[in-house]
């Protein structure tokens, strides 16, 4: 699927986003950018045709607002889908008032998320009335959120700031498809995810993300319903991720999570409605053991196995299995137990449904899916994924009548789309890519370090860290460090913590939203990160000046997923190297890129370390993928790029 030429400037794009248009007129610090104007103009002809466009659009682009402005202007229907719920809220809150501001038009939006984030009445009673929590802070942080719930109009969690994401107390004051009572609870009419899917059903634009987005498709799809109201045209922001997370949505998975939420359930509610019947607890307190021991069998580290091969080799598989008694024993109880109160009769439907669940997801095998286990510091997930989403996806799309626009910064390989649309089965595409508008020829250096080992070698990543604390001296801090594993990023942490004199962030040390706020604040700081920090991190200005990157990014062949899709290419005759493993890393490798300049005033060198980029054949690839920029193999232009940097500042205060 190649890449094709920029769309002519339409007369109402060039109106609002041209020279003399309303946004140059109206929006502060607004530029005016040729690869806007094309994007915009095409996004507004797919919209009118009902076509489908994928666009690359590179960072600076203003792909935004290049979306948003023919959405509102269409008339029509439209749902605007991206990567998290972060993201969500900076798109609803901060760029779409600018554009309606802009506009004038009297269109009706709304921001709908998925359950999860929004208050459970029902939930926080049960919650407050049973009074027992683990510590005195979460004590302290259900007396806030109790607070907060009797003003909040929405009930969107997102707005409690003073308490954090993966708080515990999250999961009991909120609810899930499992375990929500529906019309059968007493709060119904107060409920914030009604009004909030209300609200979207009488919008204009609904600004969703891509876990809600393939929520509710799969419940179409498996005709159960509809999330998301009817549209017209479906715009997809960071595009890059959806294919992985199509795919455990086409899947199934049982976690620990979820049994231990079950059992928290069963207990409240048989202290209100069945305290006579002693073998509920019982029967949750054998669960919450058998569970407890299956995650203590895997050590305290972090793994993906693949099974029964993996879990069989070392007996998992079998205490896997050696759920379903306790699983059984319990739905036995609440069966009894579920005339007494609608709370008791939805927990025993969720423990028959994960009881059905845990059947399938340790019985015979599918050639068409990988079967694994995912192992946290805490818990772990059973997990059944569809090699190939492309069919099912495809599917959708051609049953709905509508426009699709897929935009992200990282979605061609070499200036094609065939990868990304090979995935998600798009066929008959309209494609662009916009470049960065950024001036990377002048504001950018590319150092490729001579010398270093293959990545292979064990003294590899002991190379890197000593480029790292020499790069880090002369850029004066201000620098991410972004590597390929967890081991490479403490072997680095270990060592540079002792040999360098400015401040080191390590992910992991605190949340990665107040990490990067400190780096930024700091204004010297060097910044330790591994995949999540490779995308959606957004530093601008002299705070962040460098960027290493430690490895080509290939995923691991030991991950069993990746592995399946590589054996099934295989046994189809295919190359899984060229045609999944190297575009793959081509993308991540372009987000890991695209922290380093992020305004039209940056500058910044970048360093990759990896000498495959230079000695083997598809080093090429990545190269063609990037920005244009100058490259060096010489440490000394590094130090004269810095160097040429403090002269102009002395020169500017001066």
Request: net charge negative; aromatic share 8%; with cysteine.
């Amino acid at each position: 699927m190649p890449a094709s030429f920029a769309s002519p400037v339409s007369e109402t794009t060039q109106q609002w986003l041209g020279q003399d248009g309303e946004f140059a007129r109206h929006v502060p610090g607004f530029a005016v950018r040729d690869a806007q104007l094309h994007m915009a103009s095409g996004v507004e002809q797919a919209l009118d045709e009902h076509d489908t466009l994928i666009v690359e659009a590179g960072t600076g682009t203003g792909k935004t607002f290049a979306y948003l402005l023919p959405a509102l202007m269409s008339g029509r229907k439209v749902i605007v889908s991206t990567g998290t719920r972060n993201l969500q809220d900076q798109l609803y809150h901060r760029d779409l008032p600018v554009v309606l501001k802009t506009v004038g038009l009297g269109v009706r939006t709304a921001l709908l998320k998925g359950r999860a984030n929004y208050l459970c009445r029902y939930r926080l009673a049960r919650v407050l009335a049973d009074g027992r929590l683990g510590d005195r802070r979460q004590v302290q942080d259900l007396q806030v959120i109790q607070s907060w719930a009797g003003r909040t109009r929405r009930g969107d969690i997102a707005e409690l700031t003073s308490i954090p994401e993966n708080s515990p107390l999250w999961p009991m004051v909120t609810s899930t498809a499992e375990n929500c009572l529906g019309t059968e609870c007493d709060d119904y009419a107060q409920c914030h995810v009604l009004h909030a899917r209300r609200a979207a059903q009488e919008s204009d634009l609904v600004v969703v993300n891509h876990h809600l987005f393939l929520a509710d498709m799969v419940l179409r799809e498996e005709g159960f319903g509809e999330v998301l109201p009817g549209t017209d045209a479906y715009i997809m922001d960071e595009a890059h991720q959806l294919p992985e997370i199509a795919s455990s949505f086409f899947g199934l998975n049982l976690s620990s999570r979820q049994l231990a939420g079950l059992v928290r359930d069963v207990r409240l509610e048989h202290v209100r409605e069945a305290g006579d019947m002693q073998g509920l607890p019982d029967s949750a307190n054998v669960l919450e053991k058998a569970v407890r021991d299956i995650r203590l069998r895997f050590g305290g580290g972090q793994a993906r196995l693949n099974w029964p091969d993996e879990c069989d080799r070392d007996g998992h598989l079998q205490a896997i299995r050696g759920l379903t008694d306790p699983l059984a024993q319990l739905d036995q109880w609440l069966e009894i137990a579920a005339p007494r109160s609608r709370g008791l009769d939805n927990a025993w439907r969720r423990c028959s449904a994960m009881l059905e669940r845990l059947g399938i997801l340790t019985g015979q095998i599918d050639e068409d899916v990988i079967q694994w286990i995912e192992v946290h510091r805490h818990s772990f997930s059973l997990n059944r994924t569809q090699l190939d989403i492309s069919a099912p996806f495809s599917e959708y799309m051609q049953s709905q009548n509508t426009a699709w626009v897929f935009t992200s910064a990282t979605l061609a390989v070499n200036g094609q789309f065939d990868h990304f649309a090979g995935r998600l089965g798009i066929a008959d595409a309209q494609t662009a890519v916009y470049d960065s508008p950024f001036d990377y020829q002048h504001n950018a250096l590319l150092y490729m370090p001579t010398a270093m080992p293959e990545p292979s070698q064990p003294d590899y990543t002991h190379r890197v860290v000593a480029l790292a604390e020499q790069l880090v001296n002369t850029s004066r801090g201000r620098t991410f460090l972004l590597f390929t594993s967890h081991r490479a990023l403490k072997l680095a942490a270990e060592k540079l913590g002792d040999r360098i004199d400015y401040p080191v962030l390590v992910q992991g040390e605190m949340p990665r939203a107040e990490l990067v706020n400190r780096f930024s604040e700091l204004g010297n700081a060097v910044l330790l990160g591994t995949s999540s920090f490779w995308e959606g991190v957004d530093v601008r200005g002299s705070a962040l000046s460098c960027v290493l990157i430690d490895k080509l990014p290939f995923a691991s062949p030991g991950d069993p997923v990746l592995q399946a899709r590589i054996d099934r290419i295989k046994a189809a005759g295919g190359n899984a190297f060229t045609s999944l493993q190297l575009p793959q890393a081509v993308l991540s490798l372009k987000q890991g890129v695209g922290r380093l300049i992020r305004d039209v005033h940056d500058r910044g060198v970048l360093v990759l370390c990896d000498p495959r980029l230079t000695g083997k054949s598809y080093g090429r690839l990545f190269l063609n993928s990037l920005p244009k920029m100058p490259i060096t193999r010489q440490f000394e232009d590094v130090k004269q790029f810095f160097a040429n940097e403090t002269q102009t500042d002395e020169t500017a205060c001066d």
